[in-house]
């Protein structure tokens, strides 16, 4: 996610779906907590504190999972020969080459 040069569409696809997973991510947030406080629900008390968390903790791992997919996509986005993994191969090559 440095300075390079990017392919405008892929990097633009590439955020579109990341903020469309940090919505539904916020969502599931949001249900989980409102189940987990007991409102606007008939369960025990400790199956929402259950259920509530998992909503909650599933919330966070596809949070992970949007971080890790819009690297990978941005990396993906980037113009051949403009990332820095190239530089380092192109230096180390010359090194071998001496």
């Given at each position: 996610m440095g300075g390079g040069n990017y392919d405008f569409r892929k990097r633009?696809?590439?955020y579109t779906a990341a903020a469309l997973?940090?919505?539904?991510?916020?969502y599931l947030i949001r249900l989980g907590w409102n189940i987990?406080?007991?409102?606007?629900?008939?369960?025990?008390?400790?199956t929402a504190k259950l259920t509530?968390?998992?909503f909650i903790a599933a919330a966070l791992l596809f949070g992970i999972?949007?971080?890790?997919?819009?690297k990978r996509d941005l990396k993906d986005a980037e113009l051949p020969g403009n990332s820095e993994t190239s530089d380092i191969s192109q230096?180390?090559?010359?090194?071998?080459?001496?």
């Open positions: 633009s696809r590439a997973r940090a919505a539904v991510a916020l987990l406080s007991n409102t606007n629900t008939s369960m025990e008390p400790l509530g968390g998992a999972y949007i971080l890790r997919q819009l230096t180390q090559e010359g090194r071998d080459e001496k």
